[in-house]
């Protein structure tokens, strides 16, 4: 099992521009999650997904879109890039309320650089 | 407003050099309290979940343990390779999570 794998690892965007990061998880989880982690300011929530089918908004969503794809995938977006969003970006999965399981696995990680 | 609060921020030990990491924790209806690893470049490993107080989880050179307001994190014997921030993690009632700011750990040879 690979767990719950992000792409892309790095990225570099100008002001203005989009992206979209990917996620996905092969542990059949029904919840996942997307973190975004600062220096000093630790793991904080931006959106999560309860259940295929559903999206919530976390700590800090201004500026970002979600789309729970399928039960394995989960995407973040973002549709106009500032300097704030500079960041290293986490998802995570875990069984849920439905599965049982709360313990998040969380993925490597992508680090995302706004000039 | 749930709360978790790590301490030390950070840790120097010497090789073989046993001790402990502090999690205090409010929150409102506890249904899990996790231990983390995170290193450098890297997302947070899963190392532990602990339930209920009393309860205790061991796993090589490390031991957690959980009270009603606090979690420890007791290393012993550690070794370089044990270098890394660990992060204390609480789930509420609404399944939640709330992040402590972690303390990073720095075994020398």
């Given amino acids: 099992n690979a767990g719950v794998t992000q792409t892309p690892k790095f990225q570099v965007l100008k002001t203005g521009q989009s992206m979209t990061l ?3 998880q092969d542990m059949n989880h029904n919840s ?8 000093g300011m630790g793991l904080r929530l ?12 976390g700590e800090v969503p201004n500026g970002y879109n979600v789309s729970r794809l399928n039960k394995r995938e989960f995407s973040l977006r973002l549709e106009s890039a500032a300097p704030s969003q500079t960041s290293v970006y986490f998802c995570a999965s875990s069984g849920g309320l439905a599965g ?3 313990t998040q696995y969380f993925g490597p990680g992508t680090r995302l650089t706004v000039l | 407003e749930d709360q978790v609060t790590q301490s030390p921020e950070a840790l120097r030990l010497q090789e073989g050099e046993s001790s402990s990491l502090n999690c205090s924790y409010t929150v409102s209806g506890l249904r899990g309290l996790f231990w983390y690893r995170q290193d450098p470049g890297k997302g947070p490993e899963f190392l532990f979940t602990l339930y209920s107080a009393g309860e205790e989880k061991e796993k090589e050179r490390l031991k957690a343990t959980l009270t009603k307001k606090e979690s420890f994190l007791h290393i012993t ?25 972690g303390t990073r750990l720095m075994v020398k040879p």
């Fill in chain 1, 22 to 24: 990917q996620c996905a």
């Fill in chain 1, 32 to 39: 996942m999650y997307w973190y975004r982690q600062d220096p």
């Fill in chain 1, 46 to 57: 931006i959106y999560y997904s309860a259940s295929e089918g559903t999206t919530d908004k």
């Fill in chain 1, 100 to 102: 049982g399981g709360y």
């Fill in chain 2, 77 to 101: 014997a550690p070794k370089p390779e044990d270098s890394a921030t660990y992060l204390c993690v609480v789930n509420n009632a609404g399944n939640m999570l709330t992040f402590g700011g």
